[in-house]
């Protein structure tokens, strides 16, 4: 029973990858630049680096787990006296399975960021954003077996023709073009309000193995919302919801965060936030169903902010994973320096 577990569990892994679904990261919020393009250069301060890393299935399949990394950094320039252009650069790689299957990409951003109203204390941006990206897609046929070299009776003979003679390419570069739009509005220095989306895939890479034919990428759109609400001085709501669909699957994560503000001057900032979030998607027989609830932490001290989930698997492959999905790190360090510009924004 554990081995037919393990199967399905590998053989859902390995569909899911052939059909060039995207990453993602539950603290889709500590990831920018990998949510959206027009939230380059969407911060307090002049720069931001931010680093992320996903361990999912590891209950399950052990070494071959998925494992997800990003870096990026991005900068913001200033336009006259209240716009600004952002620019940025991003890093990610994904891999999983036995047989090595990953991604690697890096892309360049660029975005602008207009004021539409207010002053510092209160006011209303619209900013637009690209990308365009270079990305490597891979696998390692060394340890592969196929179905054409088991001799029927239950015994496997390595020396039968094999799928992979089939195979032109074990890996392929290919290039990536996306847009995105997002609207912030500043009420004061702790409450805010955003709404963004995405348009990921416009160039619809061919993402097939095979010379000769076509596997288009499937065009990814994201609309995410969220914002900060102070309820007192010390203690307010971090609420967000993030909205993803791609070819035939889509995922749903809202929830919120409890934000704990223990210092709150420009030489001592210091917040402690936790969250419930839940996933919700799609899947072969449901329209929607829970995939996994999701705990999470964050600590803001000045320039430095930490952030880490756990996501606990609901769905019908807990009997396989005992409950355990992924957990996820995220580190944004921010450098401000003399100059502070007239307007605040979310606090990503």
């Not at 074990?170 to 609207?183: E, H, M, Q, R, V």
């Amino acid at each position: 029973m554990k081995l037919a577990r393990l199967l399905v569990i590998g053989f859902l892994a390995l569909t899911t990858a052939l059909q060039a679904q995207d990453i993602h990261f539950s603290q889709f919020y500590m990831a920018p630049l990998n949510l959206n393009p027009a939230m380059t250069g969407v911060m307090n301060c002049n720069i931001r680096i931010s680093g992320s890393y996903r361990n999912q299935w590891a209950s399950v399949l052990k070494s071959n787990a998925y494992n997800t990394y990003s870096l990026s950094y991005d900068q913001r320039i200033p336009v006259g006296r209240y716009d600004y252009f952002g620019v940025g650069v991003n890093f990610w790689g994904d891999q999983a399975g036995s047989l090595g299957f990953g991604t690697l990409q890096g892309k360049l951003s660029a975005s602008y960021a207009k004021r539409m109203g207010g002053y510092r204390q209160k006011s209303h941006y619209l900013v637009a954003g690209a990308e365009a990206a270079i990305a490597q897609r891979r696998l390692d046929l060394t340890n592969a077996q196929w179905g054409e070299q088991h001799d029927g009776e239950g015994g496997f003979d390595p020396t039968r023709p094999d799928f992979e003679d089939n195979l032109n390419r074990n890996s392929f570069i290919f290039a990536d073009i996306s847009a995105g739009l997002l609207w912030f509005s500043v009420f004061d220095k702790n409450n805010n309000l955003y709404v963004g989306a995405a348009y990921h895939h416009l160039n619809r890479a061919n993402m097939t193995f095979y010379d000769g034919t076509s596997e288009p990428l499937y065009s990814k759109f994201t609309i995410h919302a969220g914002g900060e609400f102070m309820m007192s001085d010390r203690a307010g709501m971090v609420p967000g919801l993030l909205w993803r669909m791609q070819g035939p699957s889509y995922e749903i994560i809202p929830g919120t965060s409890i934000k704990f503000l223990m210092g709150n001057s420009r030489r001592n900032y210091q917040a402690f936030q936790l969250g419930a979030w839940v996933r919700l998607s799609n899947n072969f027989t449901k329209s929607m169903t829970a995939d996994a609830a999701i705990l999470s932490t964050r600590f803001d001290y000045n320039e430095f902010t930490f952030g880490f989930s756990y996501d606990i698997n609901v769905s019908t492959l807990r009997p396989a994973s005992n409950a355990n999905g992924a957990f996820e790190f995220a580190l944004q360090y921010k450098i401000c320096g003399p100059e502070r510009r007239g307007v605040y924004c979310p606090n990503f």
